[in-house]
């Protein structure tokens, strides 16, 4: 099965700062790479994603890149805001379809 | 379109009581998951619904569990005799074919 870390497990930065979160998986069949963000007493959601075929892909202030031959992808905030603070799980897999495997998550502070 | 919906939020119960939970994807989304998340871990995959056909069920569904989805739209997961250990967020997912899942809010389960 999928071997997946996620490094650091918890990471605190200034506001404006930028954070950069490390998703390892062991799997080589995975092609698809996502990052979810889980707010307190709420589900977890989609934020960004990215597919075996591309190296990056940016959504105003949050990238993901992926490094397929290393079998780890990041995820980058930008101009980080308060609002930020969340708990971030990875979850590679095959498709975006099948039951999602999550990481075991990163807890960002942002701090004002 | 109004999201995953989850009824209840909350539940608190004793332990050996039968707890029911409802979920109800988002329209015309013909895929539905339940996962489970304890604190501090990330979501855990129970089972998956396509239309009314449960195709798949994690060994962690135990025979006290039991889901379905009679007419392939809203879904209930039931606990039987309750234990301590079942105290958990237990998140319904929604989906497509070939599209990412969205999740709901969760119903945060509470066993004395």
């Known amino acids: 099965g999928e071997n997946v870390e996620q490094h650091p497990s918890t990471l605190s930065v200034q506001e404006g700062d930028s954070a950069v979160i490390k998703c390892t998986y062991s799997?080589?069949?995975?092609?698809?790479f996502p990052w979810y963000k889980q707010e307190l007493g709420k589900g977890p959601q989609l934020i960004i994603d990215i597919r075996s075929n591309v190296g990056e892909k940016k959504d105003q202030r949050i990238a993901v890149t992926l490094n397929k031959t290393a079998k780890h992808f990041s995820l980058h905030i930008t101009e980080t805001q308060p609002e930020d603070s969340a708990v971030y799980f990875c979850?590679?897999?095959?498709?975006?379809?099948?039951?999602?495997?999550f990481g075991p998550g990163t807890s960002l502070s942002v701090i004002p | 379109d109004t999201g995953v919906s989850q009824d209840p939020r909350h539940k608190i119960t004793k332990r050996g009581q039968n707890v029911t939970f409802r979920c109800d994807p988002i329209s015309e989304h013909n895929r539905l998951y339940w996962y489970r998340q304890t604190l501090g871990q990330g979501p855990e995959f129970l089972t998956y619904f396509q239309n009314e056909a449960q195709l798949e069920k994690s060994r962690l569904l135990s025979d006290r569990f039991s889901a379905e989805r009679p007419k392939g739209s809203f879904s209930t997961l039931e606990i039987q005799r309750t234990e301590q250990g079942d105290s958990a967020m237990y998140l319904c997912?929604?989906?497509?074919?070939?599209?990412?899942?969205?999740f709901g809010p969760g119903t945060r389960l509470t066993v004395t």
């Open positions: 799997d080589s069949a995975s092609n698809y």
């Open positions: 997912a929604s989906s497509r074919d070939l599209e990412a899942q969205y």
């Open positions: 979850a590679p897999g095959e498709t975006s379809y099948d039951k999602v495997i």
